[in-house]
């Protein structure tokens, strides 16, 4: 079952409608959940705990799938411009023990200079990248909802083609915590915000600043750079204009994958979503050469994600060339704003 069709209300049988209302039903304990932390740590009965450089946090209102990752990218190149030592923490979801996660393994490639530290205690993450890393500045990649640890620019990601994750809490939507949340954020950025019209973006704003009264606001998409071919290899994206293309993704919102690959002039002709962060195991590997196999056209080029190839870490699977999609984060508006915030939460003069 697809649950974005679930929990859309696109699927209407009977069967679909029990299961949204038994998923509306554990939203409740969810909410009590999330309403119970936050308030502990709004009355200061939790502890929120400072760093000894400044922490900038890029995070999510709902589950996976914002365009995040080149976010963090961003904000990391743009604090190295500026001469400082800059370490990315996370919590590393997915990782198997001992190795880095799929979204670490694709910072690392684009950013080779900046160190990333997983934890789940992002507390004593931030104590590692400052005391023995000697960070000046450190990114907490997914941190708004981590809020023991203290922050100096609390930055929101909001996905323009699901903003609000079908406005309701886990399980029964996308949303990890209330919309009102975003008062915390000192910034929102509407990604992807070139795939919805003007209407939507300005209805989209309107909500967010009933919360976000006094946040910077900025818009941005995301920019098709390159096709990369593992390891290293780029070529253009003129390369699969009017040519056929399956895809295969393991990210929170394959259809904007899906939307972006036909913006770019391919041929889609076979999608597969596999779960976010899925590990590409043996077991899958198969089940996608034998997916690849009944395409009976050994020209259609399967592309991925970059968060997938560095798992894959083939060129070729089935006979077929694998690339993946090399995307950049490019403001539409808001940008001089942004760093203008990014500045104000470093004590270090321009």
Same mark, same amino acid.
């Given at each position: 079952?697809?649950?974005?069709?679930?929990?859309?209300?696109?699927?209407?049988?009977?069967?679909?409608?029990?299961?949204?209302?038994?998923?509306?039903?554990?939203?409740?304990?969810?909410?009590?959940?999330?309403?119970?932390?936050?308030?502990?740590?709004?009355?200061?009965?939790?502890?929120?705990?400072?760093?000894? &450089?400044?922490?900038?946090?890029?995070?999510?209102?709902?589950?996976?799938?914002?365009?995040?990752?080149?976010?963090?990218?961003?904000?990391?190149?743009?604090?190295?411009?500026?001469?400082?030592?800059?370490?990315?923490?996370?919590?590393?979801?997915?990782?198997?023990?001992?190795?880095?996660?799929?979204?670490?393994?694709?910072?690392?490639?684009?950013?080779?200079?900046?160190?990333?530290?997983?934890?789940?205690?992002?507390?004593?993450?931030?104590?590692?990248?400052? /005391?023995?890393?000697?960070?000046?500045?450190?990114?907490?990649?997914?941190?708004?909802?981590?809020?023991?640890?203290?922050?100096?620019?609390?930055?929101?990601?909001?996905?323009?083609?699901?903003?609000?994750?079908?406005?309701?809490?886990?399980?029964?939507?996308?949303?990890?915590?209330?919309?009102?949340?975003?008062?915390?954020?000192?910034?929102?950025?509407?990604?992807?915000?070139?795939?919805?019209?003007?209407?939507?973006?300005?209805?989209?704003?309107?909500?967010?600043?009933?919360?976000?009264?006094?946040?910077?606001?900025?818009?941005? &998409?995301?920019?098709?750079?390159?096709?990369?071919?593992?390891?290293?290899?780029?070529?253009?994206?003129?390369?699969? &204009?009017?040519?056929?293309?399956?895809?295969?993704?393991?990210?929170?919102?394959?259809?904007?994958?899906?939307?972006?690959?036909?913006?770019?002039?391919?041929?889609?002709?076979?999608?597969?979503?596999?779960?976010?962060?899925?590990?590409?195991?043996?077991?899958?590997?198969?089940?996608? /050469?034998?997916?690849?196999?009944?395409?009976?056209?050994?020209?259609?080029?399967?592309?991925?994600?970059?968060?997938?190839?560095?798992?894959?870490?083939?060129?070729?699977?089935?006979?077929?060339? &694998?690339?993946?999609?090399?995307?950049?984060?490019?403001?539409?508006?808001?940008?001089?704003?942004?760093?203008?915030?990014?500045?104000?939460?470093?004590?270090?003069?321009?």
């Amino acid at each position: 079952m697809d649950y974005r069709t679930l929990l859309s209300g696109e699927r209407k049988d009977p069967f679909a409608f029990c299961l949204r209302g038994a998923l509306r039903i554990a939203e409740v304990p969810y909410r009590l959940g999330i309403g119970f932390r936050n308030r502990g740590f709004d009355k200061g009965k939790r502890e929120i705990h400072r760093a000894d &450089v400044p922490v900038i946090s890029i995070g999510n209102l709902t589950t996976g799938g914002t365009g995040k990752t080149p976010l963090v990218s961003y904000v990391a190149r743009y604090l190295r411009s500026r001469d400082l030592r800059v370490a990315i923490i996370s919590r590393g979801y997915g990782a198997e023990a001992g190795e880095d996660n799929d979204e670490a393994m694709e910072l690392a490639r684009s950013l080779p200079d900046v160190p990333h530290v997983q934890d789940s205690d992002r507390v004593e993450a931030a104590r590692i990248a400052a /005391e023995e890393l000697e960070t000046e500045v450190v990114i907490m990649d997914d941190g708004f909802q981590h809020r023991r640890l203290h922050r100096d620019l609390d930055i929101v990601v909001i996905d323009a083609t699901n903003p609000f994750g079908y406005q309701h809490l886990l399980p029964r939507g996308l949303l990890r915590e209330p919309i009102d949340s975003l008062s915390r954020a000192d910034a929102i950025i509407l990604s992807r915000a070139d795939l919805v019209d003007d209407e939507a973006r300005e209805s989209i704003r309107r909500i967010v600043t009933k919360h976000a009264t006094n946040s910077v606001w900025a818009e941005a &998409v995301h920019a098709p750079q390159a096709l990369l071919q593992w390891p290293h290899k780029e070529r253009s994206l003129e390369s699969i &204009v009017g040519k056929k293309v399956a895809l295969v993704s393991a990210i929170g919102n394959p259809d904007a994958f899906a939307a972006t690959m036909k913006r770019c002039g391919a041929e889609v002709v076979g999608t597969k979503a596999l779960p976010d962060h899925d590990r590409y195991s043996r077991e899958t590997v198969v089940s996608l /050469e034998a997916w690849l196999k009944s395409f009976e056209d050994p020209s259609i080029e399967l592309i991925c994600t970059h968060k997938d190839l560095v798992k894959l870490q083939t060129d070729r699977l089935a006979g077929h060339r &694998v690339s993946a999609l090399l995307i950049e984060i490019r403001f539409t508006s808001g940008e001089s704003e942004l760093r203008e915030a990014i500045n104000a939460s470093l004590p270090i003069p321009d």
